[in-house]
């Protein structure tokens, strides 16, 4: 019953209650895209992250604690065979690949570069990270054969086809060269990333390096929300084993990722701030200008009998029904803002990235659940003082009111 005569309440004036709608929907509406946008970046932050990274990697402790000796860091064949067997138990692991990585100079002609290799099995890629943009991807059995980025394509003048090569420093500390071809160029999603990395198969890098090791082995999972229950269990077993290997989860070996999301997440926070802060101090303005019209209103509710705390739940109720009503009516609003923005093609270019890309909001319930909530709770708060004030009032001073 309170609620019928909350909601008639609210219906009766209804020039006032359109514009407390419209104030509403509008803000919730905003925050519903603003929020949506940030979920779809968010999500395509950490898919391109475990894509690089995989959801677990697993090393030597020498190699986490950055020992100054590579001979030190790698995993032996032997060791390898004991993690894989680890590995081929778990249920949940899709598939693992070792690496070796490698830092050299890269040189065609006159032209020289620092690069950041990394060695991969051709026939076991869980991971890729880039899209091939000329040329081919390393092929099984391959040997001698190089895949780099664009940038790092265009700074030395080489195409699929010509010959590349390496200077680099071995296991041992002595120096080595070796001369590639280069049968592919990538395209990746930051200028760092084209400018810098290329792949070789695994085994050009141990003969580049002199050695039969590997850094690490990455571990690709079925789903990445079971990344750090599957990590507490293989981090248990890496233990009991004694075979000294520790492993790091993608978002710790990401360390970017934090400070990215972070940043969005304050954007978002900032947003929804702003917008409980206008909806509070509009609604607030519109349910006070309300509650003082109908001052003699509330006399005669007293006179009658009701209680003060019914007066003030009452207008408390009111306040929610707008605030039900207008998130709602946003929620709706920003669904059409939604579909817009997804239509229109509008892009951007995110710092660090070569190529614009398409600016989307992702429409799921997920993203509908705070601007509601803000609507609700801020209407509701903005609706505690003048009900108060009106459920305060004095039976005689309330009939006097004119």
Do not use: C
């Amino acid at each position: 019953m309170g609620i019928q005569i909350a909601l008639r309440n609210v219906l009766r004036n209804p020039r006032r209650t359109l514009l407390s709608l419209v104030i509403i929907s509008l803000g919730t509406g905003m925050l519903f895209a603003v929020s949506g946008f940030v979920s779809f970046i968010t999500d395509g932050i950490t898919e391109s992250t475990v894509e690089q990274y995989g959801n677990l990697q697993i090393a030597d402790v020498d190699l986490w604690n950055r020992v100054d000796d590579r001979a030190l860091t790698l995993l032996d064949g032997e060791r390898v065979n004991q993690l894989e067997a680890i590995l081929d138990e778990l249920t949940e692991v899709t598939g693992y690949a070792a690496q070796l990585t490698f830092t050299s100079q890269i040189q065609k002609g006159s032209e020289s570069s620092l690069l950041f290799g990394v060695g991969v099995d051709p026939a076991n890629r869980i991971l890729t990270g880039y899209e091939i943009d000329r040329g081919v991807d390393l092929q099984p059995g391959d040997r001698g054969k190089i895949v780099i980025g664009r940038l790092l394509a265009d700074n030395l003048g080489v195409e699929p086809g010509d010959y590349v090569t390496l200077l680099i420093a071995t296991i041992n500390g002595s120096f080595n060269t070796g001369q590639l071809q280069v049968v592919g160029v990538f395209r990746g999603f930051e200028s760092f990333y084209e400018s810098q990395f290329a792949y070789v198969p695994i085994s050009t890098a141990q003969m580049l390096l002199n050695t039969r090791g590997v850094d690490k082995i990455v571990v690709k999972l079925s789903d990445i929300r079971i990344t750090d229950s599957v990590a507490a269990i293989l981090s248990e077993t890496l233990t009991d084993s004694g075979i000294g290997s520790e492993l790091r989860t993608w978002d710790e070996l990401a360390t970017q990722y934090k400070q990215t999301v972070g940043m969005f997440s304050f954007i978002l926070g900032a947003v929804s701030l702003g917008i409980f802060v206008l909806v509070f101090f509009s609604i607030l303005e519109v349910l006070t200008m309300s509650f003082m019209e109908r001052t003699r209103e509330v006399g005669t509710l007293r006179a009658i009998g009701t209680k003060r705390k019914h007066v003030f739940r009452l207008f408390l109720t009111e306040g929610a029904l707008l605030g039900v009503m207008g998130g709602i009516l946003g929620i709706l609003v920003g669904v059409g803002l939604g579909v817009l923005v997804n239509h229109s093609g509008v892009g951007w270019t995110p710092p660090g990235a070569l190529e614009e890309v398409p600016i989307l909001v992702k429409l799921s319930p997920i993203s509908a659940v705070a601007p509601l909530a803000i609507a609700i709770l801020s209407t509701l708060i903005s609706a505690v003082f003048p009900a108060l004030h009106s459920a305060r009032l004095q039976v005689v001073d309330a009939l006097r009111s004119q």
